[in-house]
T-cell receptor, first 114, second 112 residues
Framework: NAGVMQNPRHLVRRRGQEARLRCSPM?????VYWYRQLPEEGLKFMVY????????ESGMPKERFSAEFPKEGPSILRIQQVVRGDSAAYFC????????????FGPGTRLTVT | GQQVMQIPQYQHVQEGEDFTTYCNSS?????IQWYKQRPGGHPVFLIQ?????EVKKQKRLTFQFGEAKKNSSLHITATQTTDVGTYFC????????????FGQGTTLQVKP
C-alpha cells in the first residue's frame, strides 16, 4: 500500500515563474492537507481539501497561491509568480474518510526560488 | 487565532538521560497529536490523545493530555541515539475540521 506521494521532491524556480506541486494521497484517503515548513520552524497549515471541494483555506496567502483536488488525479498546489520568500518545504498529508485522526505525510517538495 | 506553543526549542541530552517537551494551546483542543520528524525527513505520526487527563505509553515514550485539554507533554525515558529528531505537537480545535495547528517543535540531540 503506497504512502502519500509528492512530486517533484525538489523544485527550483526563478522569481516570477510558476511552481506546481503535486500530491497523491494514500489509497482510500479522501482528505488532503497542505502545510508549509520554513527551515528550523514548525509546519504551517495552508489548506484542507476533499475531492472537488476546498474545506478550509484559512492558511493560504490571499494572492498567488491556489489549490485543487480534482475528481481524478492528484491534488495540486500552485504558486504563481514565485518570490524568494516562497522557498520552503511543502508537505502534503492525507487522512481517512472521517477527516479526523492521524495524518499521513508525504516526503515533501523542497522549493527553492532563485 | 489559535496558537500552539512548544518548549523548549532545543534539548541536548546525554544518551540514557530523560527528555520532556511541553505543548500549550491558547484554546481548548478537541484532540492533540504528536509527530516526529527526522532531519531531512517528513513528520511521522506518533499518537493521538482525545480525553481530558489521558495518558498513553509507547515503550519509553509517555504522552499526557491536560485536564483542561489545553496542554500536553511528551516524556522519553532513557533516551537513545535513535530518538534524535524534532518532536511536534499538533492540536485540532473545537470545530474538529481535521485542520491541525502545529507547535514550533522541540529538536532533540542525543550524545552517545
Amino acid at each position: 500500500n503506497a504512502g502519500v506521494m509528492q512530486n517533484p521532491r525538489h523544485l527550483v524556480r526563478r522569481r516570477g515563474q510558476e511552481a506546481r506541486l503535486r500530491c497523491s494521497p494514500m489509497k482510500g484517503h479522501s482528505h488532503v492537507y497542505w502545510y508549509r515548513q520554513l527551515p528550523e520552524e514548525g509546519l504551517k497549515f495552508m489548506v484542507y481539501l476533499q475531492k472537488e471541494n476546498i474545506i478550509d483555506e484559512s492558511g493560504m496567502p490571499k494572492e498567488r497561491f491556489s489549490a485543487e483536488f480534482p475528481k481524478e488525479g492528484p491534488s495540486i498546489l500552485r504558486i504563481q509568480q514565485v518570490v524568494r520568500g516562497d522557498s520552503a518545504a511543502y508537505f502534503c498529508a492525507s487522512s481517512p474518510p472521517s477527516g479526523l485522526g492521524e495524518q499521513y505525510f508525504g516526503p515533501g517538495t523542497r522549493l527553492t526560488v532563485t | 487565532g489559535q496558537q500552539v506553543m512548544q518548549i523548549p526549542q532545543y534539548q541536548h541530552v546525554q544518551e540514557g538521560e530523560d527528555f520532556t517537551t511541553y505543548c500549550n494551546s491558547s484554546t481548548t483542543l478537541s484532540n492533540i497529536q504528536w509527530y516526529k520528524q527526522r532531519p531531512g525527513g517528513h513528520p511521522v505520526f506518533l499518537i493521538q490523545l482525545v480525553k481530558s487527563g489521558e495518558v498513553k505509553k509507547q515503550k519509553r515514550l509517555t504522552f499526557q493530555f491536560g485536564e483542561a485539554k489545553k496542554n500536553s507533554s511528551l516524556h522519553i525515558t532513557a533516551t537513545q541515539t535513535t530518538d534524535v529528531g524534532t518532536y511536534f505537537c499538533a492540536g485540532s480545535g473545537s470545530g474538529n475540521t481535521g485542520k491541525l495547528i502545529f507547535g514550533q517543535g522541540t529538536t532533540l540531540q542525543v550524545k552517545p
